[in-house]
């Protein structure tokens, strides 16, 4: 399988304090991989750095091939990145609807000129988008509240709205921050079809979670963070049982000798 | 906000209603506060478009409503061209004039871009009171002739009253129509949250200079009428007075919404007049309102009403 995001070498400081120091690793294309590690392992700045929320100190990335490091925000979401954030953002004042519309990759060929006069192209893009909108909003189940203000939403429907926004731009490659964070657990197991479904459809997902039932659940592969590099990285069920995971979760790893025949 | 299906109907009204004012008073006095009521308010929808849709509290639209009237007053006196391309001259010297200001500080923070704003509309003022050799300084420029077309000249508070109708109803035609567009969409999306629209694949930068130029070529030609209503100029033009009226429309109307600023315009203008009944108490009374509207809606009255819808909705979802 080719990688559809390399990163190689990615090193990030804040006023000398390491966050990230020489991580590299690949989500592989059309994969669902899951990002996990403690509080503070990096993993957070890590995604800043991929989607150009903040410039590395060393390193490269590359999506699909294409070497986006150190580019702008807007210019990496344009390549196919789109991300979503831990402290759910969307657009407040708007009803669902709008807050789809703006995110649509579609008009981006337009100008000025089209927008302003409303031409026939942009009349043609804008009920496309309309009607996609629609469909997404039914896929995260909002629908009954699509006329109203994002504000009133939920936390955890404000994911759903960001997740539904992040798939209206049209991606490659979607990261997620702590999707599920604050969704009220009957729907965790409807966001992981969700998932499934857009992942099915050709979208390759980087998760980043705590939530290590609904990581294993969905991911192919399972990349572990610790004090800003990578630990190791493998199958849900390898990860699970690695004690240096669990070593870095908990800080106490239980010696392999000194365990309890029955549990090894 | 979505409008009420009699907003047109409305509109059409006011219209009509504007177009036979001066039919319905003869009172030059009236004429005077109407015609100074649609510059203002024009001006008003203009620092709307940054403040209100872009997010960028812009006092530089003081300065741009100076250059625009010094530059039409300067046209016509210095270079003996007619009102119309003084107007347009006013215009063009903001279009440019925002662009270079503009490309630079678009990308500060906002504090940093209040400040810069602020110190632009103050350097404006005083360029104009110490410039002597082009501005006349302190005695400013008087005796701006009335315009004329075609032979019809505009001599009368009545006949001048209609180009400030007609600038003042193509101004805020283009301003509803660039806001109900996806630029509009865009624009105030970016103002709730600038970092949600780059990751979505779009550059804030363009959006947010193309609505602070917008704003400076409507502020500057608003200027540049309002010079020829007061038929002189002088540094008093770019008196803080013009930018604290144009900011209470936007902050009362509230900020971010087309029909609420328009109709604060209007209230804003006809309220200190209304109050003429008590002299002693006026500006009071006035200052009691502003006050009274500033602690119990501090959103503006549109941000209220939205409030109180979402508060309504917030209710009928428990």
Known sequence: MSAILRIAELSKAFNGVRAVQNASFEVEQGSITGLIGPNGSGKSTTIDCISGFQRLDAGRIELGGQNITNISAATVARAGLIRTFQNVRVYDSYNLLDNLLVADASFRGLNWFDVLVRTPAFRGISAAAEDRARELIELVGLTRLIDAPATVLSYGQKKLLAFAAAMMARPRLIILDEPVAGVNPTRVNEVADILRKANVAGISF?????????????????????????????????????????????????????LPAEAT | MTQPRWTLAAVLAAIIFLLCLPLLTGSDYFIGIAISGLIFLTAAAALNLVYGYAGLLSFAQLGFWGVGGYCSALAVMDFGWSFWAGVLFAGIVNLLLAIGIGIPIIRTTRHAFVVVTLTFALLAGLIARDWVDVTRGPLGIPGLPAPSLMGFSFSTSARFYYIALVFALIALAFLYSLKTSRIGLVL?????????????????????????????????????????????????????????????????????????????????????????????????IYGVVLVAVMMFMPSGISGWLENRRIAALRKALR
Not at chain 1, 231 to 242: F, K, M, Q, Y
Not at chain 2, 254 to 265: I, N, R, T, Y
Request: glycine share 6%.
């Open chain 1, 206 to 258: 980087l998760i980043v979670e705590h939530n290590v039932e609904f990581i294993n659940s969905l991911c192919h592969k399972v990349i572990v963070f610790e004090q800003g590099s990578k630990l190791t990285e493998g199958t849900p069920e390898a990860v699970s049982n690695d004690p240096r995971v669990l070593d870095a979760y908990l800080g106490i790893a239980p010696k392999p000798e000194a």
């Open chain 2, 188 to 284: 105030k999306a970016i103002r709730q949250n600038d970092p949600l629209v780059e990751s979505q694949g779009i550059s804030p930068a363009p959006y947010k200079l193309a609505a602070f130029v917008i704003a400076a070529v409507v502020t500057g030609m608003a200027g540049a009428i309002y010079a020829f209503h007061l038929k002189i100029i002088d540094p008093s033009f770019l008196d803080f007075y013009y930018m604290q009226t144009f900011l209470i429309i936007v902050i009362i109307g509230g900020a971010g919404s087309f029909w609420a600023v328009v109709l604060a315009g209007a209230a804003m203008v006809v309220l200190p007049e209304a109050l003429r009944f008590s002299d002693e108490l006026r500006m009071v």
